[in-house]
């Protein structure tokens, strides 16, 4: 028998859906698309003239938190020519880094990060951060389609001035396709539900919140529905909510996500 035979589940990614369904069927198992990304794009004007404002107050601390959007914004920097000031900016202040991606890009450009989490995650980079003197000092922060909670309140809580670029903007979705979801999830239609990105967790965590559909949800993912999570930072989110169990791949790739559901059902099965 195959790994995910007999296994039905929701796919909340907009981008690769056909690949990941390809990989569930040659799995033995079935799938439907229930997107929860939304819709991101870039002000790029927008934001080129929010990020030139705050180079040239010099922050005392970067922090950059993906890869994409720290590649973004040089490239905005060089095109809207103040990258100079930037690189000026960045060599006399400190550089803190989440995730690996984004510390290629850094290298990419000539930057090591002073302060580099260990794990990934949002969570490792604030240990990492603890004994930083952080009480008046300026802090750019880079997002990358929402805003980052426990983040700011922990800058917020050391006494930082925080200024938060986001270079690319969330729009949430359509909250009946969301609502349709929840329902369909909690009347049994699924064994699990997968997720790629946090926004995904977090847009189902707010509607499920907005409408008194969150304990129930939280009871259905720690008794039936199992939680399935691209990579660390997608984990992060979903514990954040109160998620605890969560089944996630130590390699962070679509294909290994649904190797590791399907270990996780046959082991739990057998």
């Known amino acids: 028998m195959k790994s995910l035979t007999n296994c039905h589940i929701a796919l909340t990614a907009s981008r690769k859906t ?3 369904q390809t990989i569930i069927r040659k799995q033995g198992g079935t799938s439907e698309v229930r997107s929860l990304q939304g819709t991101v794009f870039l002000a790029e004007l927008e934001v080129a003239e929010e990020f030139k404002e705050t180079i040239l107050k010099k922050p005392d601390i970067f922090i950059f938190t993906t890869g994409i959007g720290t590649e973004t914004l040089f490239r905005l920097a060089e095109k809207e020519k103040f990258d100079a000031q930037l690189f000026e900016a960045l060599k006399q202040s400190t550089i803190a880094a989440r ?4 510390h290629a890009v850094l290298k990419k450009y000539g ?5 580099r989490d260990e794990d990934g995650t949002t969570s490792g980079l604030i240990k990492v951060m603890e004994n930083v003197p952080l009480e008046d000092k300026r802090v750019m922060v880079q997002l990358h389609g929402m805003n980052a909670p426990v983040l700011h309140s922990f800058l917020e809580e050391k006494g930082a001035t925080i200024k938060e670029i986001l270079p690319y903007q969330h729009i949430s979705v359509n909250e009946g396709d969301v609502l349709i979801l929840l329902d369909e999830l909690l009347n049994g239609r699924y064994d699990a539900i997968a997720f790629t990105t946090a926004i995904q967790a977090r847009e189902l965590f707010t509607i499920a919140s907005k409408y008194d559909k969150k304990q129930s949800l939280l009871t259905l993912f720690e008794e039936g529905v199992l939680a399935v999570s691209v990579g660390k930072v997608t984990s992060e989110e979903l514990h954040s909510h109160g998620v605890k169990r969560v ?12 190797v590791e559901l399907g270990n996780y059902m046959k082991q739990t099965k057998g």
């Open 111 to 115: 930057f090591t990060p002073d302060l």
């Open 247 to 258: 089944v996630s791949p130590e390699i962070e790739r679509m294909g290994a996500m649904f």
């Open 99 to 102: 995730g690996y991606k984004t």
């Open 18 to 20: 056909e690949e990941m």
